[in-house]
């Protein structure tokens, strides 16, 4: 399987993340219809089958990302975590 990038899953998050908060202060087909959408992304790209495993991949992809030497997502370039 081809590992999506960590800011992909991080970028991927903060909508999910946004989507539920938005969902659950104003419930409506809009808001509905993002947290359908972002949540079938994330299945997709962490190959999974429902959204408590993509999270726990997504997790760990950032995990791995973090370890490997590469910088957070909007660090500096030049920056190591």
Known sequence: MIMPSGVVVR???????????????????????????????????TNSCSIAAALALADSVLQS?????RPPAGAPAGAAS
């Open 11 to 45: 970028t991927l998050l903060a909508r999910y993340a946004a989507a539920r908060i938005e969902h659950a202060e104003k419930p409506g087909p809009a808001t509905s219809r993002e947290l359908a959408d972002v949540t079938y992304t994330l299945c997709v790209i």
């Open 65 to 69: 990302a973090e370890g490997a030497g």
